[in-house]
């Protein structure tokens, strides 16, 4: 059982530069998150969606894209690279957006540098 | 707003001896969950506990346990019987009603715990 993979694992980005984070959940997951953590800030919520075609923005969305054109998969657009945006990135989906008891899966994270 | 606050940066505690990690939050909420999650030095976030507002006992799994005092809005971690293993970082989150979702999680700072052998 695969979980929640996430791709690439490491990466470095000039600034300006455009790429795109993948995520995929193989457990019919509803709701599914991106989340950035920095040194000493924890983790904060940068899109989510509650299901195929359904996006929403969380607390820094500034700079990122999201799409949710199936179940699966939840991909992270960063449009113009800049170096603010060097970060780890977690993806996360838990099986239902409508209760508060469900815990959130995590990816394995993609350590991003824009230099 | 909604807020974790876990106040110890970091922690040491000896192999075998048990361990409180501190974490208060701030909600309107009537209905919310607490979660622990732990992420060792290869950086992945591993789900540990999870509490929700209206149990009644503490939540345990293994040597983990949830001190929750709902009156003071803590959500303690116990780690009993501590190992080598256990040195990581620590996140409190606590879920949040945030553009109509539940399944968003506000989390803490962290607490790195060191166990010495």
């Known amino acids: 059982n695969a979980g929640v993979t996430q791709t690439p694992k490491f990466q470095v980005l000039k600034t300006g530069q455009s790429m795109t984070l993948q995520c995929a959940q193989d457990?019919?997951?509803?709701?599914m998150s991106w989340y950035r953590q920095d040194p000493g800030m924890g983790l904060r919520l940068i899109h989510y969606?509650?299901?195929?075609?359904?996006?929403d923005q969380g607390e820094v969305p500034n700079g990122y894209n999201v799409s949710r054109s199936t179940t699966e998969d939840f991909p992270l657009r960063l449009l113009s690279a800049a170096p603010s945006q060097t970060s780890v990135y977690f993806c996360?989906?838990?099986?239902?957006?409508?209760?508060?008891?469900?815990?959130?899966?995590f990816g394995n994270g993609t350590r991003l540098t824009v230099t | 707003a909604q807020k974790i606050t876990q106040t110890q940066p970091g922690m040491f505690v000896q192999e075998k001896e048990a361990v409180t990690l501190d974490c208060t939050y701030d909600?309107?909420?009537?209905?919310?969950?607490l979660f622990w999650y732990k992420q060792p030095s290869s950086g992945e976030m591993i789900f540990l506990i999870y509490?929700?507002?209206?149990?009644?006992q503490n939540a345990t799994e293994g040597r983990y346990s949830l001190n929750f005092q709902k009156a003071r809005k803590s959500a303690n971690l116990v780690i009993s019987a501590s190992q080598l293993g256990d040195s990581a970082m620590y996140f409190c989150?606590?879920?949040?009603?945030?553009?109509?979702?539940?399944?968003?999680?506000?989390f803490g700072k962290g607490t790195k715990l060191s166990v010495k052998p």
């Open positions: 996360a989906s838990s099986v239902d957006s409508k209760v508060y008891n469900s815990p959130l899966h």
């Open positions: 457990m019919n997951h509803e709701y």
């Open positions: 969606s509650v299901g195929a075609g359904i996006t």
């Open positions: 909600t309107s909420d009537q209905s919310y969950g």
């Open positions: 509490q929700g507002s209206y149990d009644e």
């Open positions: 989150a606590m879920s949040r009603n945030y553009g109509g979702s539940q399944g968003n999680l506000i």
